[in-house]
């Protein structure tokens, strides 16, 4: 099972929009809405930003938001302020002999 | 407050073991699936290994399976993460990680801080 394949970077100016996509096959992304996103700072743990797709937990700002679209979900960040300069990584659950599979992980810099 | 804290992590030589611990607290142990994920040096997330809430169901990615070995003791609300033959490509911070949806679907509300372990000679 390969990772989810991701940009390496994107990067956006303070107050625009930018978009991370997150490409799989029929066996995750494309078959099952268990798509969640995670943001990490340099030498945290992940956090939790985005379940089933395009749900926010509690607590997570509604600047970021997810959606699907066949085999390739997204995590958009509006709004971009300096703080959400992060690493952003995709999972999904598969079919696969791997039960659950991550992204390459996407470097988020805030111009 | 939810908290997972990973213990047991360190230097070991290749071909060695190491046994990783995840104590939980703030939450209802024993009806919450836990998964570990590592993340070598630089490198992205690897979900690692899966186990039920009672944990009668288990499930390794292939890179360590027949290596590793997952258990929990929910009286003690604590996972267990015996590592053996370990090699220089586990070397990884391993986090354990909660699944949210208590239904199997890889929903990782909550990470523990992360504990290094670090295979060479």
């Known amino acids: 099972q390969s990772a989810l394949t991701q940009p390496a970077s994107v990067s956006g100016s303070p107050g625009q929009s930018i978009t991370i996509t997150c490409t799989g096959t029929s066996s995750d992304v494309g078959t099952y809405n268990y798509v969640s996103w995670f943001q990490q700072h340099p030498g945290k743990a992940p956090k939790f930003m985005i379940y089933?797709?395009?749900n926010r937990p509690s607590g997570v700002s509604n600047r970021f938001s997810g959606s699907k679209s066949g085999n390739t979900a997204s995590l958009t960040i509006s709004g971009l302020q300096a703080e959400d300069e992060a690493d952003y990584y995709c999972s999904s659950y598969t079919s696969t002999t791997t039960l659950y599979v991550f992204g390459t992980g996407t470097k988020v810099t805030v111009l | 407050e939810v908290q997972l804290v990973e213990s047991g992590g360190g230097l070991v030589q290749p071909g060695g073991s190491l046994r990783l611990s995840c104590t939980a607290s703030g939450f209802t142990f024993s009806t919450y699936e836990i998964n570990w994920v590592r993340q070598a040096p630089g490198k992205g997330l690897e979900w690692v290994s899966y186990i039920s809430s009672s944990g009668s169901t288990i499930d390794y990615a292939d890179s360590v399976k027949g290596r590793f070995t997952l258990s929990r003791d929910n009286a003690k609300n604590s996972l267990f993460l015996q590592m053996n033959s370990l090699r220089a490509e586990d070397t990884a911070v391993y986090y354990c990680?909660?699944?949210?949806?208590?239904?199997?679907?890889?929903?990782?509300?909550?990470w523990g801080q992360g504990t290094p372990v670090t295979v060479s000679s």
């Open positions: 089933d797709v395009s």
């Open positions: 990680a909660r699944d949210g949806s208590a239904a199997g679907k890889g929903l990782f509300d909550y």
